[in-house]
């Protein structure tokens, strides 16, 4: 494995490249620096959308590609729209309801493009506030939110992703009585900072982060063994399987130390810039 060789470093960022204080340390930052020195591209990898992730991407010091709502939305570093993958609006609504029957709080992410100024809106219900979870969730995304009295029934065009937060049994049992969708969706869940919560996402099954790195990969004329893609958690699985080079970090969940070459330090020990060092990316 000649990981010197690499030219693409794709990062996710909550529990990866963010440590426990949602911030990029000052050793991430630099070895972010030297890769982009030593010519290699960054691509930020994220389930966030634009709105949450922009504060965070202006701290970076370098320029970077960003796929969002975990790759159903992809943007060159000037800004530039490449690629959206919405969700099928027959699609969307069956979901919404699948999630409501099992006792799920959905929320649905659409827009043109997702930054407040650009028209992008979090559709909810009332009753998502019920969950303490979901409320810390919503409270940083006041901007955006839009409150309707039944989420099935709102224009499901340009929907990027629907998400709610629950408990395993009852995100296992959504996930069941969505199967029937799969050729129209992709789902997934993960842990939270509250591990007895878990975050249930849906997509286009055209919108994974390894599906997004692929995209981006070809455009520069590269291969999956120029790739080196770092981790945390189980959307980040396809992005690993598709890099050449897989990196979980030391905080990461079983599924994805399983598909990493190489486990480095947790987000809260500099991971990434650890994960830089150790393997010789530079």
Known sequence: MDVGSSKILAIDLDGTLLGPDRQIGASDSAALDLVVKAGMKVIIATGRSLYSA????????????????????????????LWRETIKPEAATAAIIAMKNSGLHPMMYTGNVCGIEDGAALFMEDLAYESLYSRSYLDTKKEILKVVDDLSLVNHEEVLEIVSFGTEPIVQSTLMAITPLKKSLTSWYGPTEKFSIKLLEVVSPTATKGQAVQRIVEQLKMTPKDVIAIGDNNNDIDMLKYAGTAIAMGNATHNVRTAAHFITTSNSSAGVARAIKEIGIL
């Open 54 to 81: 922009r504060p965070v991407l202006k701290t970076i010091p370098v320029p970077v590609y960003v796929t969002l709502h975990n790759g159903a939305l992809t943007i060159d570093p000037s800004g530039t729209e």
